[in-house]
């Protein structure tokens, strides 16, 4: 990153909804680079980092975590939107629902109850939704969490004025890259790599992990034929479809929806 002028810094926010704070966690822990970002951007905005903050000024861009779980998430997205020139949604949650997505599968209210009791129907609570089905999303850097090296360079990109570098190689790819053995044809391992997002360097099944999906569907992932892969290598169909709706439940939207 080049250094800026303290005018010339854009005002930013980064911002958690209902989640794990994992992606935030990712931004603190650019430990080397900090420096750096803070000179570059006038961060006014960081709950996690501050407390001294200001919710309510105008921002050039925000980073939005979690996904929107409740009314109060709801309200907090749409007020950050009217902030906001740019908004980047970070995290599978944000970007795809994430793992509080599985709810669309079963009955809602049913759920809470069994868990909570009666009295958890009471609780501001909504199903899950990615920050797209909310408000407008300029662009997004999924995983989980983020990698801290796609967060810098969207960084650097942003502030040249242009757009973040798009994914659109799926896992496999970085595992033939680094000369890992697919664990699918190998050991007959369930891996979602054919149809995730790469990004993470196949850092799972390069230490003989599967990929469990956890950066969300490639752009134009063939789900079907992925089906039909798993189920040729003795995987059931009903195995295979439980284990993508993991991160984002199924039928999985096209990853070009999530940013433009």
Not at 68 to 90: F, G, Q, W, Y
Not at 132 to 154: H, K, N
Not at 168 to 189: F, I, K, N, Q, Y
């Amino acid at each position: 990153m080049t250094t800026a002028t303290t005018a010339a810094r854009p005002t930013v926010g980064i911002v958690g909804l209902t989640g794990c704070a994992g992606d935030q966690l990712v931004v603190l822990n650019c430990e080397d680079k900090l420096l750096d970002l803070v000179r570059l951007l006038d961060i006014r905005d960081f709950l996690m980092a501050s407390s001294d903050r200001d919710d309510e000024c105008p921002l050039d861009l925000v980073f939005v975590e979690g996904a929107v779980l409740s009314r109060r998430d709801e309200e907090t997205l749409l007020r950050v939107r009217e902030r906001a020139k740019c908004l980047v949604a970070i995290g599978t949650c944000a970007v795809w629902g994430g793992i509080p997505a599985l709810d669309r599968l079963y009955d809602r209210q049913a759920m809470v109850r069994d868990v909570y009791g009666n009295g958890g129907l009471q609780f501001d609570t909504l199903p899950a939704r990615a920050l797209r089905e909310v408000v407008p999303v300029d662009y997004a850097i999924t995983g989980c969490p983020i990698e801290r090296e796609e967060f810098l360079s969207a960084v650097a990109h942003l502030l040249h004025g242009n757009p973040p570098p798009s994914r659109d190689l799926p896992v496999c790819a970085e595992c033939r890259m680094r000369e890992t053995s697919c664990l699918l044809v190998t050991r007959g391992l369930l891996c979602c790599g054919p149809v995730t997002q790469g990004g993470c360097a196949a850092r799972c099944p390069t230490r003989g992990v599967p990929c469990f999906g956890c950066r969300g569907p490639v752009a134009g992932a063939n789900i079907p034929a992925a089906l039909a892969a798993f189920e040729a290598h003795g995987i059931p169909r009903e195995v295979a479809e439980r284990r993508l709706e993991i991160f984002g439940p199924l039928p999985c939207v096209a990853a070009e929806e999530v940013a433009p």
